[in-house]
């Protein structure tokens, strides 16, 4: 898989609101950060979040802290940021 062009990043990051692009132990990836009202509607999110990923075969980093999520987004076979994360984003969102 082909990993995206600076340029290519820069036009799907501006189709993807919040997202934002960030390195992850030397690869590029990118990242949201959610918000909601408690810790339980938060779960029902990641929980979201897992079937939709289980279903595309491709699985974000997810960090969860009370109401906050972040996912983080990279395709670590191909060492950096492809078109598989810009659609798994697009399908999160």
Known sequence: MEMLTPEALTAALAA???WQP??????RAIQKQYRFKDFVEAM???NRVAE??????HHPDIE???????????THDAGGL?????AL?????
């Open 82 to 86: 492809t078109d598989k994360d810009v």
């Open 89 to 93: 984003a697009r399908q999160l969102d």
């Open 64 to 74: 969860i802290s009370w109401n906050r999520v972040t996912l983080t987004l990279t």
């Open 44 to 46: 029902v999110f990641v």
């Open 16 to 18: 993807l609101p919040g």
């Open 22 to 27: 960030v390195e992850v132990k030397g690869a």
């Open 52 to 57: 939709q990923a289980e279903a595309a075969g």
